[in-house]
């Protein structure tokens, strides 16, 4: 039923009023949602990053945080003891990264930004 | 002849008064949440943890295994039957057949999971088989710690077995064959010997007296979705036992209690 003209007006303005805000809503949904991918780091969660030497000249680094997400694609360093990049990489979609172990004095870094990195010496890297 | 009738007498009610200890399948290690990884020592006993009392001669178990999950990874099993060692254990008031093994842990969850082999209780012509969980953390990063691993008897925690303050719930869902049973009967015990592993043996002191026997062994039962809340009163091992899941269980023509346990480590805030 087509509704009386001395109507239609205000109505048709609530509902365009409603529908500015429904697309407002939406947007800032989708901005939060993107926000929400785009900046893994907001959760309060801690990194966690450790080393096992696998016994065959490899050494395993497991990386994680503390409220169990992935740390999957986390920038991986390996450098010497002067600090020299000898090996770079990524956490594997398990949030492992396997190097073949350097010799004489070495570092790990986990890099997943500002806050949440780690340093791990080598010579704490036991079986 | 009147010395023997009392002597037979006292011997009887002494019989019938024996505080009704609960078997507790025990998978034990010092240390629930581990900073690091590393060996870590696993002794698995068949006994009543808290009076440090008779210590059951286990059998080969059926299955001895642990699943090891890290954050959104899928857990891994691991068969760990073949590793275990056989041991003698030695209570307070005996010593019965046990086992033993290490393991390295990594980080994340692992959850050691032993279904024994049915033990038979001569007393009550019948056999017990105690399907347990134990689980081990490393260095903060939780897993799968609150997924069923699949056993026929199973405790499912829904708090973290290894992070309980003193004083916090620990809550629990009881499962048969994947389904909550509801209003299951879950009898508790505080590991009150601490057990020394060089010994293979509980240590003699206890930390808590019971002030009667009902104390020794608390009784609780699930609601209606299998659910149980347990209030952790003292820091240290708590063993939740599921009695008799199975309304069918049977073993060699003789019934058979089939019950899932869990244990659960509470630290004091300090």
């Known amino acids: ?127 | 002849m009147k010395h023997a009738i009392t002597t037979i007498s006292t011997l009887a009610i002494l019989a019938l008064t024996v505080p009704a200890f609960a078997h507790f399948q025990m998978i034990y290690t010092p240390e629930s949440a581990l900073n690091k990884g590393g060996k870590i020592p696993l002794a698995i006993v068949f006994t009543h943890p808290f009076e440090a009392g008779h210590t059951m001669e286990m059998g080969t178990p059926e299955q001895f295994f642990v699943t090891r999950s890290r954050g959104e990874n899928t857990p891994k099993k691991t068969d760990l039957l073949s590793s275990l060692k056989p041991i003698k254990w030695t209570s307070l008031t005996n010593s019965g057949a046990a086992y033993e093994t290490e393991y390295s842990a990594r980080g994340g969850d692992h959850i050691f999971c032993l279904v024994p082999a049915p033990y038979y209780e001569a007393e009550e012509d019948a056999y017990i088989q105690q399907s347990t969980k134990m689980i081990v953390n490393v260095g903060g990063e939780p897993g799968a710690w609150m997924e069923p691993v699949g056993l026929d008897c199973e405790i499912v925690p829904l708090c973290k077995p290894y992070d309980r303050w003193t004083g916090n719930v620990f809550q629990g869902k009881v499962l048969f064959k994947e389904k909550p049973v509801a209003g299951a009967e879950i009898e508790i015990e505080f590991m009150n010997h601490k057990p020394l592993l060089g010994q293979k043996a509980f240590a003699k002191d206890a930390s808590a007296v019971a002030p009667q026997a009902a104390f020794v062994l608390q009784t609780i039962f699930a609601d209606d979705n299998g659910v149980f809340t347990f209030g952790i009163p003292k820091a240290g091992w708590w063993g939740f036992a599921a009695l008799g899941l199975d309304p069918e269980g049977s073993f060699k023509g003789k019934e058979c209690s089939r019950d899932a346990v869990i244990w659960i480590q509470a630290k004091d805030m300090k």
């Open chain 1, 1 to 127: 039923m087509p509704l009386p003209e001395w109507h239609a007006g205000p109505v048709l303005q609530i509902y365009k009023e409603k529908k500015m805000k429904l697309k407002l809503s939406v947007l800032i949904f989708t901005a939060m949602v993107l926000g929400f991918f785009l900046t893994p780091a907001v959760q309060a969660h801690t990194p966690l990053c450790s080393c096992y030497d696998n016994g065959d000249g490899s050494v395993t680094c497991e990386g994680g945080f503390s409220d169990g997400s992935s740390a999957a694609g986390v920038q991986m360093r390996v450098e010497d003891g002067a600090g020299k990049v000898l090996i770079q990489g990524k956490m594997d979609d398990d949030s492992e990264f396997t190097f073949d172990k350097p010799p004489g004095n070495y570092k790990v870094a986990f890099d997943a930004g500002e806050g949440h990195d780690i340093t791990v010496h080598g010579k704490e890297i036991t079986e």
